[in-house]
């Protein structure tokens, strides 16, 4: 049990590392640490419980979002990828009030709502909220798709731990697809920042 903490306190690691890149290849990087990390826990776990769907959903995510996903990304970068960074002030406090306002709504939810199950929990919760601050601060569509699989990894992250798992791997491939088509044909061909005026038009 002792492990399947360990692997999921990385990922929120992983998550907290992409809140601090401006650089997006490096928060891409983060992404794909992310994805490697949840897909291993899976595999662990469908090992430890001898549930063979498990494993497959773990392999599935390594390729899918530790692999595809990410490639997709990164062929998308204009310029020189090492150095193409999205242009944002006020890392350091949106960063803040990122983790704060991460961590306090995630144990509210935990406390109030799921005090029945197991605190591991936390984890996804709080992930699924720097992914949300995430979209909010950041105005590249990079970012924006970063944000998006993100709330997905926390969502198949916190399913693995209450639903069933049939579901989980429907849930997983169906939210895959989604990504696919969002990089493929929407987002990325768009320009890769948006303005203030341009969001509030939708």
């Not at 776990?45 to 392999?59: A, C, F, Q, R, V």
Request: glycine share 4%; proline share 3%; hydrophobic share 60%.
């Amino acid at each position: 049990m002792i492990y399947i903490y360990i692997i999921s306190a990385f990922i929120m690691i992983a998550a907290l590392y992409v809140q601090t890149q401006q650089y997006i290849r490096a928060m891409i990087r983060g992404i794909v640490i992310e994805a490697m990390l949840l897909g291993i826990l899976s595999i662990y776990i469908g090992i430890i419980l001898k549930e063979p769907d498990l494993i497959i959903l773990g392999i599935l995510i390594v390729i899918l979002r530790g692999f595809l996903i990410s490639y997709m990304l990164e062929r998308r970068i204009p310029g020189i990828k090492e150095i193409y960074r999205e242009k944002h002030s006020g890392l350091a406090s949106s960063l803040i009030f990122s983790i704060v306002f991460s961590l306090v709504p995630a144990f509210f939810i935990y406390y109030y709502i799921f005090n029945i199950l197991s605190n591991i929990i936390v984890f996804p919760l709080i992930i699924l909220f720097l992914a949300l601050f995430l979209f909010i601060f950041r105005k590249s569509t990079f970012a924006h798709v970063m944000a998006y699989i993100e709330e997905e990894n926390a969502m198949i992250l916190l399913a693995i731990f209450i639903i069933p798992v049939p579901f989980i791997i429907e849930a997983s491939v169906l939210l895959d697809v989604f990504a696919f088509i969002i990089i493929a044909f929407i987002v990325i061909k768009e320009k890769t920042r948006h303005e203030p005026m341009e969001e509030l038009r939708g």
